[in-house]
């Protein structure tokens, strides 16, 4: 089957050109090919290097990589033409690109291809390119097998998580990590479905808002004691600032996990924002929100903090996640 796509991902490479198949060529046989590597944060940019070619108008190549240590994240070129989407399989990626029309082909130093992946493994490891297929601008075709391989070097001072791999949050989590709102656990987990205490949503948005913060003695709550003592100072800031509310009971629940219908709120707060009185809300769960916060869910909901789940429901009762608490957060930054 992979050798089936291969022979037509050439195939596509050809037909786009607009011309039928030739002879073998040799006159690009003698082309040598170098992989440059370069970093920025957890990205790893790829730029694989053409030397001696003399008309490049198509290529289609392959690279093989540890998917456990790097996940594709976009393939670029600055050769004018044509690419076809990158084929990916096991441990392997396949790219070709095509210029198009009577034109010549590359010659000399060129760069075929910028591959960006996305560093989810500490640890080194390496890329390396395998066979790649020439075309010259008459539409000969050389197979070359250069098996040049670059060394991906491990960044021991880069924070990885080994539970958010392809997670749907994992780049909202590692940007609020990068903040400072929020910190992973000293097993290299971030736990991004572990449900969120009140007082563990108070310290994140004190931190991420930049408060601050009070010395944690003014707490005067029935379930005081209750209270972790890392969480009292952020505790009592959030409260002093009124982004969040103890309980008629005159109790915190600072263990207690914190709801989304009570995220909206604080976030709302945060913003310092009020509901248009005409937003009509359409979830499938509407009677459930409870009747204090329809404004903060209106508010939440209309300024693109907080959306509903695949079932339109807006799960006002259920607890939130880290990865829930940390999205909304960003948004409320970026808002």
């Known amino acids: ?113 910028a591959i960006t992946f996305e560093r989810i493994g500490s640890g080194t490891t390496s890329i390396k390119l395998g066979d790649i297929k020439l075309v010259d601008s008459k539409l000969n075709v050389v197979t070359l097998d250069p098996q040049v391989t670059a060394a991906v070097a491990d960044d021991p001072h880069l924070l990885i998580f080994k539970d958010i791999k392809k997670h749907w949050a994992q780049a909202s989590i590692y940007e609020a990590v990068k903040r400072g709102f929020v910190t992973g656990y000293a097993d290299a987990t971030f736990k991004p479905n572990l449900q969120v205490t009140r007082a563990e949503f108070a310290a994140m948005i004190v931190r991420a808002l930049q408060m601050q913060t009070s010395d944690g003695k003014g707490l005067a709550f029935n379930d005081n004691k209750e209270i972790p003592a890392w969480a009292k100072a952020y505790v009592q800031t959030a409260v002093e600032a009124k982004l969040i509310t103890g309980y008629a009971d005159d109790t915190f629940g600072a263990n207690k996990w914190i709801t989304r219908s009570e995220m909206s709120a604080i976030l709302v707060r945060a913003m310092g924002k009020e509901a248009s009185t005409d937003i009509q809300l359409a979830f499938a769960d509407l009677d459930q929100i409870p009747a204090w916060a329809i404004p903060s869910v209106k508010a939440a909901v209309e300024l693109g903090l907080m959306k509903g789940n695949t079932l339109n429901q807006f799960a006002p009762n259920a607890p939130a996640t880290r990865a829930e608490a940390v999205t909304v957060i960003l948004r409320m930054l970026e808002a």
């Open 1 to 113: 089957m992979l050798k089936r796509k291969l022979i037509l991902l050439l195939s596509i490479v050809i037909l786009a050109a607009g011309l039928s198949q030739g002879t073998v060529a040799a006159k690009e046989a003698n082309a040598t090919f170098e992989l440059k590597l370069s970093y920025s944060d957890r990205d790893v940019k790829l730029s694989i290097m053409g030397h001696g070619l003399t008309d490049l108008y198509a290529y289609d190549l392959e690279l093989s990589y540890d998917e456990d240590m790097l996940s594709f994240s976009k393939a670029e070129t600055s050769i004018k033409g044509f690419s076809v989407n990158p084929i990916l399989s096991a441990n392997t990626i396949r790219i070709a690109h095509t210029k198009v029309g009577e034109v010549g082909g590359e010659k000399g130093e060129v760069e075929l291809a």
